[in-house]
Structure formats: C-alpha cells, structure tokens
Nanobody, 127 residues
Framework: QVQLVESGGALVQAGGSLRLSCAAS????????VGWFRQAPGKEREFVAR????????VYTGSVKGRFTISRDNAKNTVYLQMNSLKPEDTAVYYC????????????????????WGQGTQVTVSS
C-alpha cells in the first residue's frame, strides 16, 4: 500500500511558478505509475500529467503542455509537478495519485486507473 501527501500549493500571480511535491510512503514506490489531477470549484476532476514508474515516459493534457513538467525521484519516493506561466484557469485543488504499473496505455489518463490518492493541495492563480 502507498500513502501520498501533496505539498507546495499556494496563492500566486498569473505568470508565476509553483512546484508541487507528492511524497509517498509505504513499500514499492517504483512499482507505481503516478498521475496529477486537478479539480476546480464546480467542475469535474481532470487529468493534468502522468509519469511512468521509471520516470522515462510522461504525458500531459493539452492545456498545460509546454508550461508544466512532471518528474520523479525514486530515491526520495517523490513526484514533482513544476508549473510555470500559471494562468487563472489553473486554479484548482491538485491531487497526486498512484496506480500499480501494469502497462502504460492512454487509459492511464483516467482517474479510475489509480488506486491511491493524496488529500490535495490548493493552487490559486490571481489575475
């Protein structure tokens, strides 16, 4: 089993940057793919980015490509989301999630693929 704790959320002005962290505890972190999702008030939770177990493959949703970078440090059991050029529409609660690494298809952009979730961290971008 894996426990996930996000941190790094804050209030930032448009154009600014933040780095979110997702710290994992428990055994076998390198056996898990990890995704970042976000949920804005009144909206559905949406996929943001994902990274495979080794860190060798990443996928982003279109609205964050070129602005966000997902990475992981398996020695530290931590996944990061570097967010640059932030926009007000990036305002949301950001969640990291982990799922046992079985395959790496497009289906891994769906929340249902992930078994473990953190509690979320608030990101607010002011205009």
């Amino acid at each position: 089993q894996v426990q996930l704790v996000e941190s790094g959320g804050a209030l930032v002005q448009a154009g600014g940057s933040l780095r979110l962290s997702c710290a994992a505890s428990g055994r076998g972190f390198t056996s898990y793919h990890v995704g970042w999702f976000r949920q804005a008030p009144g909206k559905e939770r949406e996929f943001v980015a994902r990274i495979n177990w080794s860190g060798g493959s990443t996928v982003y949703t279109g609205s964050v490509k070129g602005r966000f970078t997902i990475s992981r440090d398996n020695a530290k059991n931590t996944v990061y989301l570097q967010m640059n050029s932030l926009k007000p529409e990036d305002t949301a609660v950001y969640y990291c999630a982990a799922g046992m690494a079985t395959g790496w298809s497009a289906g891994w952009s769906a929340a249902t693929k992930y078994d473990y979730w953190g509690q979320g961290t608030q990101v607010t971008v002011s205009s």
